[in-house]
C-alpha cells in the first residue's frame, strides 16, 4: 500500500494570494490525480497525470508530477474565494488499492 | 454529474443496531466503492465491488460488510453499529477503464452512532 503525504494540512490565505500544495510519497507512482471537494461534497477530479515531469494546467491551477514519479504539487495563482475547499491526492493504481492522502485544507478570505 | 445516489443523507442510531446504507448510480458503471472520511484519517476504503456478487476488502472493513446484488445498487451494512463508526460515508463509481481510474462520488451519508 502507498502512503501519500500531503502538506499542508491546513492553509488559510488572503484573495489573490498564490499558494503550492503538495503531495509526496516514497513510492512511485503509475499515476496520480487530484480532486476538490468542497464543504458538504463528494470529491471531484481535477486532474490525472501519469508522465514524469508533466505539468498540466487548469485555468488558475497548475499541477506538476514529478520527474521520478513519486511527488505532485498544486499551484493555484491569485486565489478567490471560490477555491476553498480539501485538496486531495490519490494514487491511480489498481482497484483495491485507490488510496487517497488526508489532503489540504485551503480557505481562501475575500 | 454523474447519476449517483445515496440514502439515507442523515442517520443516528444507538450502539448495537444494525444499519445499512444504499448506493444507487445510473450509470452503469463497473466498479463501486464506500470509503468512510474522518478529521484527520482523510477518505479511507472500506469495500469495493468490481461487479454483480463481486466484492473485495479495503484497508478499514473490519466492523462492515457489502453486497451488490445488481449492477446500480451497493449496499454497506454495519452489523452491529459501534461509536468508532460514526462518520461521514460516501460511495463512489468507476468504469474502470480510464487513466488512472477516475473516480465519481456521491453526495455522502452522515451517519452518527449514539
Known amino acids: 500500500t502507498q502512503l501519500l503525504e500531503q502538506s499542508p494540512q491546513f492553509l488559510s490565505i488572503q484573495e489573490g494570494e498564490n499558494l503550492t500544495v503538495y503531495c509526496n510519497s516514497s513510492s512511485v507512482f503509475s499515476s496520480l490525480q487530484w480532486y476538490r471537494q468542497e464543504p458538504g461534497e463528494g470529491p471531484v477530479l481535477l486532474v490525472t497525470v501519469v508522465t514524469g515531469g508533466e505539468v498540466k494546467k487548469l485555468k488558475r491551477l497548475t499541477f506538476q508530477f514529478g520527474d521520478a514519479r513519486k511527488d505532485s504539487s498544486l499551484h493555484i495563482t491569485a486565489a478567490q474565494p471560490g477555491d476553498t475547499g480539501l485538496y486531495l491526492c490519490?494514487?491511480?493504481?489498481?482497484?483495491?488499492?485507490?488510496?487517497f492522502g488526508k489532503g489540504t485544507k485551503l480557505s481562501v478570505k475575500p | 454529474d454523474a447519476g449517483i445516489t445515496q440514502s439515507p443523507r442523515h442517520k443516528v442510531t444507538e450502539t448495537g443496531t444494525p444499519v445499512t446504507l444504499r448506493c444507487h448510480q445510473t450509470?452503469?458503471?463497473?466498479?463501486m466503492y464506500w470509503y468512510r472520511q474522518d478529521p484527520g484519517h482523510g477518505l479511507r476504503l472500506i469495500h469495493y465491488s468490481y461487479g454483480v456478487k463481486d466484492t473485495d476488502k479495503g484497508e478499514v472493513s473490519d466492523g462492515y460488510s457489502v453486497s451488490r446484488s445488481k449492477t446500480e445498487d451497493f449496499l454497506l451494512t454495519l452489523e452491529s453499529a459501534t461509536s468508532s463508526q460514526t462518520s461521514v460515508y460516501f460511495c463512489?463509481?468507476?468504469?474502470?477503464?480510464?487513466?488512472?481510474?477516475?473516480?465519481?462520488f456521491g453526495p455522502g451519508t452522515r451517519l452518527t452512532v449514539l
Open positions: 463512489a463509481i468507476s468504469t474502470g477503464h480510464s487513466v488512472g481510474n477516475e473516480q465519481f
Open positions: 490519490r494514487y491511480g493504481g489498481s482497484q483495491g488499492n485507490l488510496i
Open positions: 450509470e452503469n458503471h463497473r466498479y
